[in-house]
C-alpha cells in the first residue's frame, strides 16, 4: 500500500500540469473545446437542415405558382400582331410569371420607342431574376460549408476523446476508439446536410436561368413586333385610311 507521501508525489505532477493548463492561453482554449464538445454542432447542423429544407419548399411553391402562362402569352402576341399594344396587355390578364412580367413591361411602354422597350426589358428581367433567386444563396452556402461545420464537430470530439485518455489510461485505446466513433458522427451528418442542399441549389440556379433565357427571348419577340408595326400602340391600320392614287387632272 502507498504511503501518504507516495501518493502526493504522483498526484503532484498531474496537478501542476492542470494548473498551467489553465493558466496559458491555449489551456484555456482547450478547456472551452472541452467544454463546448461535439453535441453543439450536431443541434446546429439539425438547425440548418431544417432551415434549407424549408426553403426548398417555399421555392417550390414559388415555381409551382410562377409557371409559364403559355396559353396567356401566346394569346398576348396574337392580341399584338392583329390589334396592338392595349389588346396584348388585356390578354395577359393577371398571369404571374416572369415571362408575363417582362412582356407588360415591354407592352406598357410601347410608345416610348424601340430603344427604350429593350432597356425596360433588359431591367424587368434582371429585377425577376432577383426575386427568383431569392433563399438561393442561403442553400448554395450551407451545401458549401455544411461538410466543414461537421468537421469541426469531429474536431471538437476527437479533442475531448483524447482527452478523456489522457485522464484515464486504464481503458486505453478502447476510449478513443468510442470517442473518435461519436465524433465522425458530426462530419457524416455535415455530408448529409450539405448533399440535398447543393442539388437543390443547382436545380432551382438552372431552372431560374432557364427562364430569364425565356423571358428575354419572348420580350425581343415582342418587341420584334411592335418594331414592325407602323403604330404598335395603335393597332392595325385601316383600310379607310390607306394612300390613294392620285387622279388625273
Partial sequence: MPTPSVALAAIAPAAA??????TSVDGQLLDLMLRLGSRWVLWLLLGLSLLAVAQMLERLWFFARERRPAQALAAALASLRGEGAAAALAALGDAASMEANVARAALGHAQDGSRSVEEHIAATVERERLRY?????????????APFIGLFGTVLGIIRAFDDLSANTAQGAAAVMTGIAEALVATAVGLLVALPAVAAYNVFARHVESCAASADAFGHEVLAWMTAAPNPAAGPSDPSHAARPQQEG
Avoid at 433567386?133 to 460549408?145: C, D, I, P, V
Fill in 17 to 22: 500540469a492542470t494548473t498551467a493548463r489553465a
Fill in 133 to 145: 433567386e431569392r433563399g438561393l444563396a442561403f442553400l448554395g452556402t450551407l451545401g458549401s460549408n
